[in-house]
């Protein structure tokens, strides 16, 4: 059964560091999602990472994929209040099915 | 409107009711999605629909019934639901439906008394 794990899952961090929220999965996937959801409303894509070694940054976030070791990283500089949310890594297709996997999702508060 | 609407985006529900979740995306997409997002649980696929066609059912109970009569519609027919039945609902859709991206509506807050 494919497993997809987040780590923390709780977050609380200040404005002006960095941190980074992790995402292993147990089985070999094409292609690995991060997704942002604030509270009450539904999820916004991020970024989707399709090969080993593959880095795609977006303003304060910045994510990489390792298919080696079946981990993703989600990093956050300078965290800003903006950034609280909740990130939920995914990974998938798989053959023979369309289904993404979701992890459990990272609750990150970022206080000033 | 734009991207996924979902409607209503709220739902409270007796076991015995009957009622229906609906979907529409304006993204010309050609496939859909129902999820469910229930509390410390990582989101749920419950079905996939490509080209209006059912192309996965991920082991749900019966009374959760997928429509979809085109390409743009996606329904949820609720019957004789239970309370661990109450979740955020949330449909989706993406271009192929073969690791696409997936984009995602506001959902739908169900619960069931």
């Known amino acids: 059964e494919l497993k997809v794990e987040q780590n923390p899952l709780f977050l609380s961090m200040q404005e002006g560091k960095n941190y980074t929220i992790y995402c292993n999965y147990s089985?070999?996937?094409?292609?690995l999602y991060w997704y942002r959801q604030d509270p009450g409303k539904s999820l916004e894509s991020l970024f989707v990472l399709l090969s080993n070694g593959a880095v795609k940054q977006e303003g304060r976030l910045m994510a990489s994929l390792d298919t080696k070791a079946r981990l993703s990283t989600l990093h956050i500089t300078a965290a800003v209040h903006d950034l609280s949310a909740t990130y939920f890594c995914?990974?998938?297709?798989?053959?023979?099915?369309?289904?993404?996997?979701f992890g459990k999702g990272t609750k990150l508060t970022v206080n000033p | 409107e734009t991207g996924v609407t979902q409607t209503p985006r709220h739902l409270v529900m007796g076991m015995t009711n009957k009622k229906s979740l609906k979907c529409e995306q304006h993204l010309g997409h050609n496939a859909m999605y129902w999820y469910k997002q229930s509390a410390k649980k990582p989101l749920e696929l419950m079905f996939v629909y490509s080209l209006e066609e059912r192309v996965e059912n991920n082991s749900v109970p019966s009374r959760f019934s997928p429509e979809c009569p085109n390409s743009s519609h996606l329904f949820l027919h609720l019957h004789t639901l239970q309370p661990e039945d109450s979740a955020l609902y949330l449909c989706a859709s993406s271009r192929t439906g073969r690791g696409d991206t997936q984009y995602f509506g506001p959902g739908t807050r169900l619960t069931v008394l």
């Open positions: 995914a990974v998938g297709p798989f053959w023979g099915s369309e289904k993404l996997v």
């Open positions: 089985t070999t996937s094409d292609r």
